[in-house]
């Protein structure tokens, strides 16, 4: 089945850097509109970025200028960079890809703290 695979992420003091992974398999991952997605406790899960087919990409207000979200098609990955973090931005991050008129793919989710 299709699976969507998290990694990168961790503790990290405020201000510093991390980038996050997400490994694709099962799936023409060239036609996907790739994203991800954050849920802090207590929280809605929200979108952080998402970079089309065609590499147009959307970022939440919150992120824009310090995030940066890639794809690598001949990896099937996507990755969002994610510099000058603040605690707010601690959550854990899901991968997401979504085709009109197909099923929509999540990952489990990897883990991300900010300490202040």
């Known amino acids: 089945q299709v699976q969507l695979v998290e990694s990168g992420g961790g503790l990290v003091q405020a201000g510093g850097s991390l980038r996050l992974s997400c490994a694709a398999s099962?799936?023409?991952?060239?036609?996907?509109?790739m994203g991800w997605y954050r849920q802090a406790p207590g929280k809605q899960r929200e979108l952080v970025a998402a970079i089309s087919s065609g590499y147009s990409t959307n970022y939440a207000d919150s992120v824009k200028g310090r995030f940066t979200i890639s794809r690598d098609n001949a990896k099937n990955t996507v990755y969002l960079q994610m510099n000058s973090l603040k605690p707010e931005d601690t959550a854990v991050y899901y991968c997401?890809?979504?085709?009109?008129?197909?099923?929509?793919?999540w990952g489990r989710g990897t883990q991300v703290t900010v300490s202040s």
């Open positions: 099962r799936i023409t991952f060239s036609i996907y509109t």
């Open positions: 997401n890809a979504r085709l009109n008129g197909r099923p929509e793919y």
